[in-house]
Nanobody, 124 residues
Framework: QVQLVESGGGLVQAGGSLRLSCAAS?????????MAWFRQAPGKEREFVAA????????VYADSVKGRFTISRDHAKNTVYLQMYSLKPEDTAVYYC????????????????WGQGTQVTVSS
């Protein structure tokens, strides 16, 4: 059974930074084709934030976070990170970690496994 556990959320002032972590257990994160972060703000649909894929660790970002957020993975620790800088109130959301073994699911953003989420609140 795959488990993804997020941590690192919290309350931060606008302009501040946070680093989210997602620890994978069960099948190791190194076997995933891709891992990603999504977020869901109150009253809004879940949206894609960033993904990292393949052995080369290629990354892709939503336009809204490009240049401010960085996704990375540590295969030895089976962990994926989301480093967030220059946070804005509109970044407030529950952030979810996701994983997939499927190339198709990576491109369709229909990930197979999800964590429980961690709250990020950015005050103005």
């Amino acid at each position: 059974q795959v488990q993804l556990v997020e941590s690192g959320g919290g309350l931060v002032q606008a302009g501040g930074s946070l680093r989210l972590s997602c620890a994978a257990s069960g099948r190791t994160s190194s076997n995933y084709y891709a891992m990603a972060w999504f977020r869901q703000a109150p009253g809004k649909e879940r949206e894609f934030v960033a993904a990292i894929r393949g052995s080369a660790g290629n990354t892709v970002y939503a336009d809204s976070v490009k240049g401010r957020f960085t996704i990375s993975r540590d295969h030895a620790k089976n962990t994926v990170y989301l480093q967030m800088y220059s946070l804005k109130p509109e970044d407030t959301a529950v952030y979810y970690c996701a994983a997939t073994y499927s190339l198709t699911n990576y491109y369709t953003r229909n990930y197979d496994y999800w964590g429980q989420g961690t709250q990020v609140t950015v005050s103005s």
